[in-house]
């Protein structure tokens, strides 16, 4: 079993940055890739960033390309989004995803149906 906890969001105004953490714990095996979605009122869930935890390979939505990050810690116990520039339309609750498996292409990596272990969410808003 594996265990996401989320930290960090907020309220910030546009152009501002926030930085969310997930801490995690439970096999290494059943976390090999994570990933960030978001999810806001009356939209589907949104992958936004995904990380393989062994190869260190990233992915991110066109979205937010350039302007998140997503990275772990070298003892492999937290994920971290590092959001810069952020817009209204980034406003969203945020979760921690994680598979035991990384997907084949980065739609596959970034889709939502493709993780088994999820966190609770932390929200983000965005406004003046």
């Known amino acids: 079993v594996v265990q996401l906890v989320e930290f960090g969001g907020g309220s910030v105004q546009p152009g501002g940055s926030l930085r969310l953490s997930c801490e995690v714990s439970g096999y290494v095996e059943n976390r090999r890739c994570m990933a960030w979605f978001r999810q806001a009122p009356g939209k589907e869930r949104e992958g936004v960033a995904g990380l393989s935890t062994l190869g260190g390979t990233t992915d991110y939505a066109t979205s937010v390309k350039g302007r998140f990050t997503i990275s772990q810690d070298n003892a492999k116990t937290a994920t971290y989004l590092q959001m810069n520039s952020l817009q209204p339309e980034d406003t969203a609750m945020y979760y921690c995803?994680?598979?035991?498996?990384?997907?084949?292409?980065?739609?596959?990596?970034?889709?939502?149906?493709?993780?088994?272990?999820w966190g609770r969410g932390t929200q983000v808003t965005v406004s003046s």
């Open positions: 995803a994680a598979s035991p498996w990384c997907q084949a292409t980065v739609a596959g990596r970034l889709s939502a149906n493709k993780y088994n272990y």
